[in-house]
């Protein structure tokens, strides 16, 4: 099992910038896919960024391509969002995610991700 603790959320106005981070704690000696996705009010959850284990695979929704980065530091078992000119859209609340694989899986559903954090919410203001 591994158990992740999102923190960063907060109040944004739109063209802002928020850092969110995942701290990942139990079985973190074994090898594991993370990322990052969002539920807005009344939507579905929905993939904004994943990285492979090693870090050189990197995956980004459309809607979020050249405005978030996400990374991995696996030596402190974290993972980061830096999320740049934000918009209104961009409100939602944002989960950290973590499967048991070295590579995302696009054929699985939340492409191979298995444990999840609470969330954090990001609110966007126009």
């Known amino acids: 099992q591994v158990q992740l603790v999102e923190s960063g959320g907060g109040l944004v106005q739109a063209g802002g910038s928020l850092r969110l981070s995942c701290a990942a704690s139990g079985r973190t000696s074994s090898r594991y896919i993370m990322g990052w996705f969002r539920q807005a009010p009344g939507k579905e959850r929905e993939f904004v960024a994943g990285i492979s284990w090693s870090g050189s695979r990197i995956y980004y929704a459309e809607s979020v391509k050249g405005r978030f980065t996400i990374s991995r530091d696996n030596a402190k078992n974290t993972v980061s969002l830096q999320m740049n000119s934000l918009k209104p859209e961009d409100t939602a609340v944002y989960y950290c995610?973590?499967?048991?694989?070295?590579?995302?899986?696009?054929?699985?559903?939340?492409?191979?991700?298995?444990?999840w954090g609470k969330g954090t919410l990001v609110t966007v203001s126009s």
């Open positions: 995610a973590a499967g048991d694989h070295l590579e995302l899986d696009f054929n699985s559903p939340y492409y191979g991700m298995n444990y």
